[in-house]
């Protein structure tokens, strides 16, 4: 369901990602790893079409992001790093601005609020503003507007960044919860988050794929600090 | 166009959010009644007309509308909700306009809030109330036009400020264009087609004519071009600069 063919993104003579190439099947949960500066987010903001490739095509569900990108976008969750959102709303009008956006009407727009509002537990703060809350709290709303339209296709830019022990667990769950029904794509530079939730691990430095594997392949070389390392930085050494 | 007022209705509650709002309008109507009563001489003319108040507009518009405009755009590549918005199944062109849209129904809100001027004026005396009505279009007119420069030249820049600055001195120079300080300076070196065509430029040249309660087919043309042309210099701005 996403298709990423030889991307490409330089800024001047800076070479981000260099011609990388992937896709992910539904089922399938891809963790994106590399050391920061590796090219993670760049590559997700052409994948979701925020950013033009240099060269290279994306495709979402079959529509290249850059030439179908309503398509595209419609088959997309995207939860961007940082996970920005209208600070001065509170969740519950944010959501519902989402919802307007993403063409959900009626009972169908109510059932899907009160089922993400659910999932990440966002029932204590819906009517704050968002910028009142807590970091953790933060990212559930970017999660939240993500997977409000239940997409087919969800990239998740460190979804698990600032949360606690017990927040990541719920977040991990979330996501293998739903992995079933989509191809999920996300960042992390948690080395255990591969092995809790990802069938399928890529580590990027220097804006190219080192490692295209199963976690377990990944594990099997030895403790996973040292592989991550010795993979990425081997690779500095070489270049 | 369905996408466009979605955003546009959520833009404008979030001005109501905010102290922004109602800081802003209870300044505008606060200056309008002031500046109107007490400095252009209103009482001592003796005339029931709405002509010193209008006349305030062009000037008054020049640091009011930047302080809407400003955070248009800026604010969005500052605090990477652009990134949101470019993701969602909306294009560049609905995102602009529906912002802009909701900027200038809030400028509209302001002028509409003015009524009290309307009212004194059929109170103290018989004013030609067509007059008044053209003079309001003319003045939402005139904010559209301030409105899509000043969201242009907030797509040009992720700090507010600039964004302030630069609104105001090309809302300056669109203002000053008309005057009789330029056009006679024009006039001494440059043929006189370009000094008419720099007065057609000008809002003053604009709000005069629809402030005599004509509205002109040129003036209408005038504002739409400039609104349409600023929307999409805008959108051009955004293409280029929203990652940076």
Same mark, same amino acid.
């Given at each position: 369901?996403?298709? &990423?063919?030889?991307?490409? !993104? @330089?800024?001047?003579?800076?070479? %981000?990602?260099?011609?990388?190439?992937? =896709?992910?099947? $539904? +089922?399938?949960?891809?963790?994106?790893?590399?050391?920061?500066?590796?090219?993670?987010?760049?590559?997700?903001?052409?994948?979701?079409?925020?950013?033009?490739?240099?060269?290279?095509?994306?495709?979402?569900?079959?529509?290249?992001?850059?030439?179908?990108?309503?398509?595209?976008?419609?088959?997309?969750?995207?939860?961007?790093?940082?996970?920005?959102?209208?600070?001065?709303?509170?969740?519950?009008?944010?959501?519902?601005?989402?919802?307007?956006?993403?063409?959900?009407?009626?009972?169908?727009?109510?059932?899907? &609020?009160?089922?993400?509002? !659910? @999932?990440?537990?966002?029932?204590? %703060?819906?009517?704050?503003?968002?910028? =009142?809350?807590? $970091? +953790?709290?933060?990212?559930?709303?970017?999660?939240?507007?993500?997977?409000?339209?239940?997409?087919?296709?969800?990239?998740?830019?460190?979804?698990?960044?600032?949360?606690?022990?017990?927040?990541?667990?719920?977040?991990?769950?979330?996501?293998?919860?739903?992995?079933?029904?989509?191809?999920?794509?996300?960042?992390?530079?948690?080395?255990?988050?591969?092995?809790?939730?990802?069938?399928?691990?890529?580590?990027?430095?220097?804006?190219?794929?080192?490692?295209?594997?199963?976690?377990?392949?990944?594990?099997?070389?030895?403790?996973?600090?040292?592989?991550?390392?010795?993979?990425?930085?081997?690779?500095?050494?070489?270049? | 166009?369905?996408?466009?007022?979605?955003?546009?209705?959520?833009?404008?509650?979030?001005?109501?959010?905010?102290?922004?709002?109602?800081?802003?309008?209870?300044?505008?109507?606060?200056?309008?009644?002031?500046?109107?009563?007490?400095?252009?001489?209103?009482?001592?003319?003796?005339?029931?007309?709405?002509?010193?108040?209008?006349?305030?507009?062009?000037?008054?518009?020049?640091?009011?509308?930047?302080?809407?405009?400003?955070?248009?755009?800026?604010?969005?590549?500052?605090?990477?909700?652009?990134?949101?918005?470019?993701?969602?199944?909306?294009?560049?062109?609905?995102?602009?306009?529906?912002?802009?849209?909701?900027?200038?129904?809030?400028?509209?809100?302001?002028?509409?809030?003015?009524?009290?001027?309307?009212?004194?004026?059929?109170?103290?005396?018989?004013?030609?109330?067509?007059?008044?009505?053209?003079?309001?279009?003319?003045?939402?007119?005139?904010?559209?036009?301030?409105?899509?420069?000043?969201?242009?030249?907030?797509?040009?820049?992720?700090?507010?400020?600039?964004?302030?600055?630069?609104?105001?001195?090309?809302?300056?120079?669109?203002?000053?264009?008309?005057?009789?300080?330029?056009?006679?300076?024009?006039?001494?070196?440059?043929?006189?087609?370009?000094?008419?065509?720099?007065?057609?430029?000008?809002?003053?040249?604009?709000?005069?004519?629809?402030?005599?309660?004509?509205?002109?087919?040129?003036?209408?043309?005038?504002?739409?071009?400039?609104?349409?042309?600023?929307?999409?210099?805008?959108?051009?701005?955004?293409?280029?600069?929203?990652?940076?």
């Amino acid at each position: 369901m996403i298709e &990423i063919q030889n991307l490409t !993104k @330089e800024f001047g003579p800076l070479r %981000v990602v260099d011609s990388i190439t992937f =896709t992910v099947k $539904k +089922g399938e949960v891809l963790g994106f790893l590399g050391p920061n500066g590796a090219g993670k987010s760049t590559t997700m903001k052409m994948l979701t079409g925020f950013l033009t490739p240099t060269a290279g095509t994306a495709r979402i569900c079959g529509h290249d992001v850059e030439k179908e990108p309503m398509a595209a976008k419609r088959k997309l969750g995207y939860l961007p790093e940082g996970a920005p959102a209208y600070t001065d709303m509170t969740p519950a009008a944010y959501l519902d601005f989402i919802a307007d956006i993403r063409g959900l009407t009626g009972d169908k727009k109510a059932a899907r &609020i009160a089922a993400v509002v !659910k @999932e990440v537990h966002l029932d204590q %703060v819906l009517h704050q503003p968002i910028e =009142t809350l807590s $970091k +953790g709290f933060k990212r559930r709303v970017g999660l939240a507007q993500a997977i409000l339209h239940d997409p087919e296709v969800l990239v998740l830019d460190e979804p698990t960044d600032g949360l606690d022990p017990n927040q990541k667990f719920e977040v991990r769950q979330l996501i293998r919860s739903m992995a079933q029904s989509k191809a999920i794509v996300l960042s992390t530079h948690i080395l255990e988050e591969v092995e809790a939730v990802c069938t399928r691990a890529i580590i990027i430095a220097n804006g190219k794929v080192l490692f295209d594997g199963t976690p377990e392949a990944l594990a099997q070389r030895g403790p996973l600090d040292e592989v991550f390392r010795k993979i990425t930085t081997g690779d500095r050494i070489a270049s | 166009m369905h996408n466009v007022w979605i955003l546009a209705k959520r833009e404008l509650a979030g001005y109501f959010a905010t102290p922004v709002a109602y800081v802003f309008l209870f300044f505008y109507l606060a200056l309008m009644g002031f500046l109107t009563f007490y400095v252009t001489g209103y009482y001592e003319r003796g005339v029931a007309d709405l002509q010193p108040f209008f006349a305030l507009h062009p000037w008054l518009y020049m640091f009011l509308i930047p302080a809407i405009s400003m955070r248009l755009w800026a604010e969005e590549r500052k605090s990477g909700t652009i990134e949101l918005l470019m993701t969602l199944p909306i294009s560049m062109s609905q995102a602009v306009m529906g912002k802009f849209l909701a900027a200038w129904l809030f400028s509209g809100i302001a002028l509409v809030l003015t009524f009290p001027m309307w009212l004194t004026v059929n109170y103290l005396g018989k004013p030609d109330n067509g007059v008044i009505l053209a003079s309001y279009i003319g003045s939402f007119l005139l904010a559209g036009g301030y409105l899509a420069l000043g969201s242009f030249l907030s797509a040009v820049t992720k700090n507010q400020v600039i964004a302030f600055v630069l609104t105001f001195v090309a809302g300056l120079l669109l203002v000053l264009a008309g005057t009789p300080l330029v056009l006679e300076f024009a006039r001494q070196f440059a043929p006189d087609v370009f000094v008419d065509s720099l007065r057609s430029f000008s809002f003053l040249t604009h709000m005069n004519s629809i402030g005599s309660g004509v509205i002109e087919v040129r003036s209408l043309a005038f504002f739409g071009s400039l609104i349409a042309a600023c929307l999409a210099a805008c959108v051009v701005t955004l293409d280029l600069k929203k990652a940076s």
